[in-house]
């Protein structure tokens, strides 16, 4: 087993597979580094694939106060894994809460990220629900500690985004659910509290997001409400940015539609690699073009 040590003393449990120019894969809430089996049994054959397990989740470090766990640690952390496994740059992909910690990373880091995915990102962004989803999140973390992961797990699995994982694919999601109900409990409710409810919004980054010179791509789910529109502000904000919507698809996009993600990433990385995902051409955006006639 292979462990990075952080800045602050926190060792992280990650994998490597593969060799090839590097991609690390950075988990969301309801998952952890075996999430991305479906992505690493594709991209390990050509690709260097790290993925790891983020602090609270083990068998990575479980620190015992939520103030060692925040947005701007996450996006350290994924720093600290690529250079515990000698790498110096790599395309970063992330779901979820791992989609935010890898924009951080190329908002904070940008020297050590080649691209980025963002899927199924957005939840608790919007402005006018900030302080619904503080609420819930809150409430959430109260229910893996009072309750416990083992009987929490089977209700957040069944969320509104997380029903068409559900329907489409029994098996993979009882999967899903079951994984989740071994996280530690005190884990989920520090990174709940640390990271979820105290994370900007993605709207109080435009100036920084508008200046990001990396090349990003945006996937999400047209049935993840919450995500589709802060999935637009980002496209319309980030100058080398891309926009994937999955059709009849909720939050777990990975793997929920995992020959999709894996053919939209192949694709999206065979373009950064290429130099052709430059920014995009004011021409295609009629109110930026002046007439001549």
């Known amino acids: 087993m292979s462990f990075a040590k ?17 991609i690390i894969f950075v988990h969301e809430f309801g998952g952890s580094h075996w999430s991305w089996e ?41 720093v600290d894994v690529l250079s515990a496994a000698g790498i110096d740059k790599a395309h970063v992909v992330g779901l979820s809460m791992g989609g935010f910690a890898s ?51 089977p209700i957040y699995a069944e969320g509104a985004s997380r029903v068409q994982f559900q329907e489409k694919d029994p098996r993979g999601w009882r999967l899903f659910a079951d994984r989740l109900a071994q996280h530690d409990s005190r884990g989920a409710a520090n990174t709940m509290r640390g990271v979820q409810m105290r ?25 993840d409400d919450h ?37 939209l990433l192949s694709e999206f990385i065979a373009q950064v690699e290429a130099g052709r995902w430059g920014p995009r051409d004011p021409r295609a955006n009629p109110a930026q073009v002046m007439r001549t006639d």
């Open 6 to 22: 952080t800045s602050d003393g926190v060792r992280l449990f990650y994998e490597s597979a593969g060799s090839g120019t590097p």
């Open 38 to 78: 479906p992505q690493l049994n594709f991209f390990a054959r050509r690709h260097r694939c790290i993925t790891f397990a983020a602090r609270g989740y083990p068998p990575s470090d479980i620190p015992e106060s939520a103030e060692a766990y925040s947005q701007g640690r996450a996006a350290a952390d994924i």
């Open 103 to 153: 924009l951080h990373a190329a908002l904070r880091h940008p020297e050590r990220v080649l691209s980025v995915v963002a899927a199924g990102t957005g939840y608790g962004a919007e402005k006018a629900h900030e302080d619904y989803f503080k609420g819930v999140s809150e409430q959430v973390a109260n229910n893996f500690l009072e309750r416990g992961a083992k009987s929490f797990a």
């Open 199 to 223: 994370r900007p919004s993605l709207y109080d980054l435009e100036a920084e997001f508008r200046a990001l010179e990396t090349p990003v791509l945006v996937m999400v789910g047209d049935e």
């Open 227 to 263: 995500c589709i529109q802060p999935g637009l502000f980002l496209k319309r904000t980030i100058a080398r940015s891309g926009l994937a919507v999955f059709p009849k698809s909720g939050h777990t996009l990975n793997l929920e539609e995992p020959e999709l993600f894996n053919r």
